[in-house]
């Protein structure tokens, strides 16, 4: 059993920063990538940023230079440090990570938290 809990979402005005924060626990040898996704009402879910055990990242254009990804791996943690918040990046995030345990690896996903930014 692997579990991820995010945590930090909230309400902020436009303009401000929140930071998130994902946790794995459970039966983990090593996380491959972890990721931070988003889905907002009527949407589909979409990929904000991705990094690798290596330290390597990805962002979604809409996000680049106002969100930063980085991980903790001593710690099994991933974070997504949003600044400048847009009222559009409103949106339940959800983090990922691609667990390697006993020769196998599978991709886990936390259970969501609320990022609401007002205008």
């Known amino acids: 059993q692997v579990q991820l809990v995010e945590s930090g979402g909230g309400l902020v005005q436009a303009g401000g920063s929140l930071r998130l924060t994902c946790v794995a626990s459970?039966?983990?040898?090593?996380?491959?990538?972890m990721g931070w996704y988003r889905q907002a009402p009527g949407k589909q879910r979409e990929l904000v940023a991705t990094?690798?055990?290596?330290?390597?990242?990805n962002y979604v254009d809409s996000v680049k230079g106002r969100f930063t990804i980085s991980r903790d791996n001593a710690k099994n943690t991933v974070y997504l440090q949003m600044n400048s918040l847009k009222p559009e990046d409103t949106a339940v995030y959800y983090c990922?990570?691609?667990?390697?345990?006993?020769?196998?690896?599978?991709?886990?996903w936390g259970q969501g938290t609320q990022v609401t930014v007002s205008s």
């Open positions: 459970g039966s983990i040898f090593s996380i491959g990538t």
């Open positions: 990094i690798t055990s290596g330290g390597s990242t």
């Open positions: 990922s990570a691609g667990v390697y345990y006993s020769l196998t690896y599978s991709d886990h």
